[in-house]
Each structure stands twice: as structure tokens, then as C-alpha cells.
């Protein structure tokens, strides 16, 4: 799924889209190009952009030794299969080059997420998922190609999980806000949902 922003022709505001596209295609966005202008008309034209299938370029070795390189450097547990950062980079050529194969001819399965029970602070605990080794190499591989395609499209306001973004700047936002006269601030948070969240829905 993608949101993109359109023009509406007779209101002249911008509009959010949203497209969908099979697992194994990247998003097809409509984005437009302040820059670009009808030389006729004299008028903004919206450039439309389409793009098509990301697989390849998520398997390419070059992407997965990339991202390879970088679950290595956060290390971090052993997953579900019991295979440790070390004992993949015994492998690395090898297991890289069968991860390869396995994206490239659609056989690749992830495995089930390691469960870890963190113990909170004020009570309770937390439930933490470990993905294996050769997963977190996936997942990162198909961050560095998807970020450059969606991060475009976030709100300014928006930092969460977002590269080159902190609690600490959101902070400062929130501090700029309120010198600026904007006193109101809503705390919002849903609790526990991704413990309950149907994930059949999700996917449809």
C-alpha cells in the first residue's frame, strides 16, 4: 500500500491516494514535481512517476551483503533457529548466496519470530520478537530499498522510526510548537495493540 498526493482539478487542493499492489511489486505513486510546469499553459502539471517491480533489486548480492553489513554491526540474539551472528559469518558467502537464491526463485519462507518476555520497569512485561539472522538480513535489505520510496511522502511533523530522527528532536519540534503559541498537546498511545491486532486483517 502507498498514499500518494494528487491535485483535484476543480478545487485545486491536494488529495491523499492510496494504491495497492501485489507482494512482490513495489507501489505504483503518482508524485508531483513543483518544479515541472506546462510550457502551453503556463500551469503546474503533476509528473507522474511509475515504477515497477523492487524484488530484483532486494536480492541483488550487492543489496544483501549491504544489509548483511549491517545486522552485523547491531548484532543482537539468535532467533527461533538458534543461529548466532558469529556462526553466520563462518558462512557468510554461502549463506548469502543460497538467501540469494531463495528470493530470487520465491522459495524464501521466514521463520517464526523468537518470543522474549522484558520485564517492565513499572510492572508488567514486555513481548519482544527476535526474527533470525537470515530474516533481519531480508527485513534490512528491503529497508534500504523501500526508504527511498516512502519517506519522501511523510508528514514533516512525523519522526517515529524514521532515519536521521529521535525522541530528542521530537522533543524540540514539541518545543518550537509551544513558543510559537500552540499550547495544546495530545498524548496518544494504544496499548498493546499489535498483541491483539488480527493479522489476517492486516494482510487483506
Known amino acids: 500500500m502507498l498514499c500518494g498526493k494528487s491535485k483535484d482539478e476543480g478545487t485545486g487542493e491536494y488529495m491523499t491516494e492510496v494504491r495497492t499492489s501485489s507482494r512482490f511489486e513495489r507501489p505504483c505513486a503518482v508524485i508531483e514535481d513543483p518544479r515541472e510546469a506546462s510550457a502551453d499553459a503556463g500551469e503546474r502539471k503533476p509528473r507522474h512517476r511509475k515504477v515497477h517491480s523492487l524484488i530484483d533489486k532486494v536480492y541483488d548480492p550487492i543489496n544483501l551483503d549491504e544489509a548483511w553489513q549491517r545486522v552485523w554491526e547491531n548484532r543482537g540474539s539468535a532467533g527461533?533457529?538458534?543461529?548466532?551472528?558469529?556462526?553466520?559469518?563462518?558462512?557468510?558467502?554461502?549463506?548469502?548466496?543460497?538467501?540469494?537464491?531463495?528470493?530470487?526463485?520465491?522459495?524464501?519462507?521466514?521463520?517464526?519470530?523468537?518470543?522474549?518476555?522484558?520485564?517492565?520497569?513499572?510492572?508488567?512485561?514486555?513481548?519482544?520478537?527476535?526474527?533470525?539472522?537470515?530474516?533481519?538480513?531480508?527485513?534490512?535489505?528491503?529497508?534500504?530499498?523501500?526508504?527511498?520510496?516512502?519517506?519522501?511522502?511523510?508528514?514533516d511533523c512525523s519522526f517515529g522510526y524514521r532515519p536521521g530522527r529521535s525522541p530528542h528532536k521530537a522533543m524540540r519540534k514539541v518545543w518550537c510548537e509551544i513558543n510559537e503559541g500552540n499550547l495544546w498537546i495530545l498524548d496518544a498511545d494504544l496499548k498493546s495493540y499489535f498483541d491483539d491486532v488480527s493479522y489476517y486483517t492486516l494482510a487483506f
Open 80 to 155: 527461533i533457529d538458534g543461529q548466532t551472528i558469529t556462526a553466520f559469518s563462518e558462512r557468510e558467502d554461502e549463506l548469502l548466496a543460497q538467501l540469494h537464491e531463495r528470493l530470487r526463485n520465491r522459495t524464501y519462507r521466514p521463520q517464526p519470530v523468537k518470543r522474549v518476555a522484558i520485564p517492565k520497569a513499572g510492572g508488567g512485561i514486555r513481548n519482544l520478537g527476535i526474527p533470525s539472522v537470515a530474516d533481519r538480513i531480508v527485513q534490512q535489505a528491503l529497508v534500504q530499498k523501500m526508504t527511498p520510496i516512502f519517506e519522501p511522502l511523510f508528514a
